[in-house]
């Protein structure tokens, strides 16, 4: 996770974060910082969560509810959809768009099961991917629920265009699917020949990827980067 400071055309400031990953410090750290950059700076400012709040770190419940109250002095904040974040959305709404074996190897082998139990929920006393469900929708609250439910595919903000993944280029943005804008590595859209900067999460490095027409933003909060 780090955030990204950029400049826009309409003399505006955009801030955008990259996968949090349940690193409820590092994301408190990071917001103060953004804060005290904004307080300094006069004209509107935009805050984007470029998706990826939950799994992996410890506080995937504390960093929902810390998301769900916005920063004071930010003008405008947006909550971008990841995949690990659609995966609990579709776990919560029984709503298995895929094999049951993928959702499986979400919670046991990348990450899942540290939201759950961040809740209060331990899959391996569950049977069933549906007991599971059932046993987050009694123990997820209703605004957290909710959050997840309004997260946005993507964002377009004057020259940049804000998403968890990527995009394809061949396509036009609105026919993308979620599995497209939430799934798609760096290589995809490499050069990618349209008119604005794709700020993109997902797919993590050691420092900031800063290019013409892409920047990534994920730096592996949760392997012990910034």
């Known amino acids: 996770m780090l955030k990204s400071t950029m400049k826009t055309k309409l003399n505006s400031r955009l801030y955008?974060?990259?996968?949090v990953h349940g690193c409820l410090d590092k994301l408190l750290k990071l917001q103060k910082a953004i804060q005290e950059d904004a307080t300094s700076f006069s004209g509107p400012t935009h805050l984007v969560y470029i998706g990826d709040y939950i799994d992996r770190g410890l506080y995937s419940k504390q960093v929902?509810?810390?998301?769900?109250?916005?920063?004071?002095?930010?003008?405008?904040?947006?909550?971008?959809?990841g995949?690990?974040?659609?995966?609990?959305r579709d776990l919560?709404?029984?709503?298995?768009?895929?094999d049951e074996a993928d959702y499986l190897n979400w919670i046991f082998k990348y990450g899942g099961d540290a939201t759950l139990?961040?809740?209060?929920?331990?899959p391996k006393q569950s049977s069933t991917l549906t007991e599971i469900a059932r046993h987050m929708q009694e123990s997820v609250p209703e605004h957290h629920q909710q959050f997840l439910k309004d997260l946005?595919?993507?964002?377009?903000?004057?020259?940049?265009?804000?998403?968890?993944?990527?995009?394809?280029?061949?396509?036009?943005?609105?026919?993308h699917d979620i599995q497209t804008l939430t799934f798609t590595r760096p290589p995809t859209f490499e050069n990618h020949g349209w008119d604005?900067?794709?700020?993109?999460?997902?797919?993590?490095?050691?420092?900031?990827?800063?290019?013409?027409d892409?920047?990534?933003?994920?730096?592996?909060?949760?392997?012990?980067n910034p």
């Open 83 to 88: 995949n690990h974040d659609k995966n609990l």
């Open 152 to 175: 946005k595919p993507y964002i377009e903000i004057g020259e940049f265009l804000c998403v968890h993944g990527g995009i394809d280029p061949k396509l036009p943005l609105e026919e």
């Open 196 to 212: 604005k900067i794709v700020m993109f999460g997902h797919t993590i490095f050691d420092e900031p990827l800063i290019e013409h």
């Open 214 to 224: 892409r920047v990534g933003v994920d730096t592996g909060a949760y392997t012990g």
């Open 117 to 122: 139990m961040s809740y209060g929920v331990h």
């Open 64 to 81: 929902i509810e810390n998301l769900c109250t916005p920063l004071l002095n930010i003008d405008t904040v947006d909550y971008i959809l």
């Open 16 to 19: 955008v974060v990259g996968d």
């Open 92 to 98: 919560l709404e029984e709503n298995f768009e895929r």
